[in-house]
């Protein structure tokens, strides 16, 4: 046999395996099913990849030649060969027989269902929002400690169980998910300190109150994502009890290396993307900047008016603290004023409104807190996701692609270096380390090539997962509205009863009486 591939050449047990596995209702071999049975091979990842590149595929299917070429190529690089058609054409001998595992499983590959597109992320915002909720508090005797000594109580509802974090912790947790993640979003750390300039206008308290919501929103974004949430590193990250969470993370990182090499999509990633995908990332990039700068006003405007409830509420305290100093003034009246002047029984009334001042300004500090807890928290955990897709973008375009173009570069000077050497003799040695050097430059290539599609392929989810994201709008509206009605039920309530008190100790004429000034 020389090699050529067709349904007389091909030993019976590719047919056999090609009737196992095809469509029942086509005469091809969906993708889906073709990469579990790669998988079965225990072939590393790479080699996968190479084999998968060598395989054709028609609107997610694969021929029945197709997959008598990829069982050829699975049989030769189980034999210790480098898979590639070139090794097809030179096959002199009959193909040889793949390993695939026990025939009679093989047909249950086609019997799993199969999903909709693995490029699909299907998720809504209650699913990823009931994924998990992680509480993050500072351990109370530890409170007003210097920064270095912050400890950290973490309560994962999912796992439902407590464990205490330092900020080295999350540190350190933050550098290995960049790590394992670094095609997906990964939300930023805040800073482990203050910045210069800063104390003038923070207390210490009011920074470290500041982290520990920051760590939360942080947290709870990596919780709830679909591709962290289970993985062993989060796990061990919330779970682990040990003094030495640090080792035990970076132990299980080494175990399984970046989301690429355990990944199953990671060599069919090219075959999912729609042909305009760099157009539809430049697009869906520009309307998640837009978005980004809008929510980050919301957010300013939020903060300004929480801030303003608060400030209203130290306000209406220190007017009723006014109206109680001028109540206690014991000074006696002058006997030219104490005849007509009701001021002696007034000042006495004006000590007791200082407890309605007081519930006043409770319920506007109140108002306050629910403004900032409900409404600016809210809109800093979705400004976070969004600013984690951002950097994602820059890490796509600085990391992978530039990479790429490098390794081109150099792929491209050693060809030159090998057509120099072929036409100025030198010795053989070095002739043939340079072509061991070009095919494995050309390897690398290979492998950057499908990492660039597989960081197109999670760009493309984790956009879906921004859209996915996108009606906790409904839900910022909702607390906003909330906090403003329950607000201003509360304090309409207070004032209500401050007026007929008024109106008990004044009398109403005095209450209703005529504007002093002129309109």
Not at 83 to 103: D, M, R, T, Y
Not at 105 to 133: C, F, H, I, N, Y
Not at 307 to 336: C, H, Q, V, W, Y
Not at 357 to 384: H, M, P, S, T, W
Request: glycine residues 6%; contains cysteine.
């Amino acid at each position: 046999m020389a090699g050529e591939l067709n349904e007389g050449s091909v030993p019976p047990y590719y047919r056999e395996v090609y009737e196992a596995i095809r469509s029942k209702i086509e005469e091809r071999v969906q993708v889906e099913v073709f990469q579990r049975l790669l998988s079965r091979t225990d072939l590393p990842t790479a080699v996968q990849g190479q084999i998968a590149e060598h395989v054709d595929y028609t609107d997610g299917f694969l021929s029945k030649l197709s997959l008598y070429k990829a069982l050829a190529l699975i049989a030769l690089a189980q034999q210790g060969k480098q898979p590639s058609p070139k090794l097809l054409e030179n096959c002199i001998q009959e193909f040889p027989k793949p390993q695939l595992g026990e025939f009679k499983d093989l047909q249950t590959l086609r019997m799993q269902p199969t999903q909709e597109s693995p490029l699909t992320v299907p998720q809504t915002l209650g699913k990823l929002l009931a994924r998990d909720t992680v509480q993050v508090e500072l351990i109370p005797e530890k409170k007003g400690l210097f920064l270095k000594h912050v400890e950290y109580q973490i309560t994962s509802q999912h796992f439902k169980i407590s464990v205490y974090r330092r900020y080295s912790d999350f540190d350190v947790f933050h550098e290995l998910l960049l790590q394992r993640f670094a095609y997906r979003m990964v939300p930023a750390l805040p800073p482990k300190r203050m910045l210069k300039g800063v104390l003038t206008s923070m207390s210490e308290r009011d920074f470290i109150e500041g982290r520990r919501r920051a760590l939360g929103r942080f947290i709870n974004l990596v919780a709830r994502h679909p591709f962290f949430s289970e993985d062993d590193l989060v796990k061990t990250f919330l779970t682990f009890n040990g003094s030495d969470v640090q080792v035990k993370m970076r132990d299980a990182c080494k175990k399984v290396g970046d989301e690429f090499m355990t990944n199953t999509m990671a060599t069919l990633a090219k075959d999912y993307l729609p042909a305009d995908i760099q157009a539809q990332f430049s697009s869906s990039r520009e309307v998640i900047r837009n978005i980004h700068n809008s929510f980050h006003k919301l957010r300013d405007r939020a903060e300004k008016m929480a801030e303003r409830s608060k400030e209203n509420a130290t306000d209406l305290l220190m007017f009723g603290r006014e109206l109680s100093t001028l109540g206690s003034d014991g000074s006696p009246i002058p006997s030219l004023a104490s005849s007509q002047s009701t001021w002696g029984i007034l000042r006495q009334s004006l000590k007791g409104l200082s407890v309605e001042f007081a519930l006043l300004a409770d319920k506007g500090a109140q108002q306050g807190r629910r403004e900032e807890d409900d409404v600016v928290e809210k809109l800093n955990l979705f400004l976070d996701l969004l600013q984690s897709y951002r950097d994602l973008c820059e890490r796509h375009e600085k990391g992978v692609l530039h990479e790429h173009q490098r390794a081109l570069q150099k792929y491209g000077m050693m060809k030159r270096q090998m057509m120099s050497a072929t036409v100025q003799p030198k010795e053989q040695v070095s002739v043939e380390q340079l072509e061991s050097r070009i095919v494995q430059q050309e390897n690398a290539i290979q492998t950057m090539e499908l990492r660039n599609y597989f960081s197109l392929f999670c760009l493309h989810q984790e956009t879906q997962l921004i859209f996915t994201y996108l009606p906790i709008t409904s839900h910022i509206l909702g607390a906003f509205v909330n906090s403003q009605v329950q607000g201003h039920q509360e304090m309409g309530a207070v004032w209500n009863d401050l007026q007929e008190k008024l109106g008990c100790l004044f009398g109403v004429d005095e209450m209703q009486s005529p504007p002093l000034t002129p309109k």
